[in-house]
DNA sequence: TATGAATGAGTCTTCATTCAT
DNA sequence: CATGAATGAAGACTCATTCAT
């Protein structure tokens, strides 16, 4: 009776390895060496599992929205108030924990990638078109609950999703004028003002 | 009598020449020899200006920032009303002609950049202190002339900044779902809804 | 099982090749490409074994000493009267066979890189502490045994190995007033002259 | 009335500054715009009066010579006992000042590039052929006049001279066994010891 | 005479990829 | 399955040399 996918377990060591060196020293920089290291085996067996870089780059982006949306996915569901689910949601998306920075600074390589790459442009409209359901849907819900303001909850969403990838950029830069706080502060004003 | 700044002349066209691959082929996959062949000229004549590849790209990306300031610069200091204002910038900035979306997709390649580039990182900063002072400042007017509503507007100036950078990324990548039209419409209500 | 130092082989490989290649067309003109070649492998497999160049060389010089004294330690350790030890150390040193010619091209290069790297300059140190030592040592022997007249043995040591590179140096540049035979007759008049 | 040669000025100042160069980061680090910017002048100016790099070494090393020739062409013609002219002459070649030491490291460097250039073998050979004459001179002039001990004056000469040019090298590449200091004893030594 | 901008051939070095073990 | 030695194509960078001024 054979393991249950050594395979699988050494995939996801790899692909966690990637996303780590991705996030550490940039797409650019990213040598299959450092990923082999970081997983503590060797470049042969990355090839072994991922026949070209490229395909090791795209199994890593796939893998790192996974499991971001994995971690939300509770979230979404909880029988909050639909304000408050907004709130939680959009908070967990603030670059603040180790985690979460990873998880942002390999999204962005992925975007700067995207702009040269149909396929990861695939990817990423799949997200976004997920995320922007996931949004519309709360906003939705407290259009109905009366919580927030009548408005397109598509534009809503859009907008509000926009706003969060462009100031977590400037966080993950390291900009001294739009810190985690910063961040934090005009999110909370932003949706304390226009949605309820 | 050397003809005033052959040498800044040269350097421009390098620059420009620089811009324009990053925004074709992506900073990763820039060769110096594209950059010599779309100035028409030699690599050596491009190390003749900048001595490495490093010093290129990032006098490329203050080019490509001082470029794009210049040509807004009258729309800030036009006679008209704050909210007029406020709407021609932010249309000014929609990657719908050519040489916003090549200033667009250079600005994006060097955010990934910065995030492991200091010097990068400090470029960034002020651009953005620039971009913020300048919304700002149009926000507090249209306060004054009660246009707008009342609230901070620095924070205000964040969060529609933020809003352009990431929904610009999105029509960058090509997405079906965001669109410069669908971008455009956003921006729109945004204001109409939340600055009359 | 790896077989028991596939990389030491290797790189005696290209060591070897690489001392032939400086003295063939000297330090230089010598490229990676010319050492792979010669070594029979690629430029890739030079830099596998040896990080930059410079590594490369010094590690070359540095087996082309210990090569070299490796060759004459059983003539140190010989039963033979001081004297005959000594004529046959120097005599050994001439540069009339390939194998000779080819070390004294190898350190003469690396006398000129010394001229400018404390790390060349150190091995070069160590490397003729040692080879004073012997030959004061055999000139001490010859001395107890009364063979040699008396004198300081350390002195007399550098006069006559700075005398044997010196001479050495004329007779690799080809010079027609300083031959191999030349070169022995001055060596051995020396030795007869001042030793007996 | 064209002042007599700008030109054999212009061209010294090249050379001199050449030599400069040379002993300073060698021969092969040496880069034609190191030279122009030591004589105080562009590449372009170098290579109107030198075609090539290589004309311009061989021409330094040219200058090099007969410069070291005149600076010693007084103590040779000086009215002193053969053993008096012989160790001053002798002393005068130590590496103890500045301009024998420069002369010195760019003599060396000829030697090895000598060692795959003819024609610097030829020049090698002449200058070598003339210090000999000029030794074997004196030496002679010593046995006449009974301060030296009789033996072939060419053999003897010979031995001086690479006696010198090996310990120069060691005292030139900074040894600390081999300081100017102990050249000198051991010179002296060799002097008193065997020619008295 | 003198300049220095421009050139491009030449070389080191990197790194994804392969493959024998 | 896993390894890591070996490869060679690719690209940044250097610098002697040229030439218009």
Not at 20 to 28: C, T
Not at 34 to 56: I, M, P
Not at 174 to 186: D, P
Request: net charge negative.
């Amino acid at each position: 009776m054979p393991r249950v996918s050594v395979e699988a377990e050494r995939k996801e060591q790899i692909l966690s390895a990637a996303c780590e060196v991705i996030a550490e020293i940039g797409f650019k920089s990213l040598r299959i060496a450092d990923v082999a290291k970081r997983a503590r085996t060797s470049t042969g067996t990355v090839h072994y599992y991922f026949d070209t870089k490229r395909d090791l780059m795209h199994a890593a982006f796939e893998w790192n929205f996974s499991r971001s949306v994995d971690r939300r996915r509770e979230l979404l569901d909880a029988a909050e108030p639909p304000s408050v689910r907004l709130r939680r949601f959009i908070d967990s998306y603030l670059p603040s924990d180790d985690e979460t920075i990873t998880a942002w600074n390999v999204w962005a390589e992925l975007w700067i990638e995207a702009l040269h790459d149909p396929d990861l442009q695939e990817l990423n409209e799949q997200v976004y078109g997920e995320w922007r359901r996931m949004v519309a849907a709360i906003v939705r819900d407290g259009q109905d609950a009366g919580e927030f303001r009548e408005g397109d909850a598509v534009v809503f969403a859009n907008a509000l999703i926009g706003m969060v990838d462009g100031l977590s950029l400037q966080v993950l830069m390291g900009s001294r004028a739009m810190t985690v706080e910063r961040m934090r502060a005009v999110c909370d004003q932003v949706l304390t003002q226009f949605l309820s």
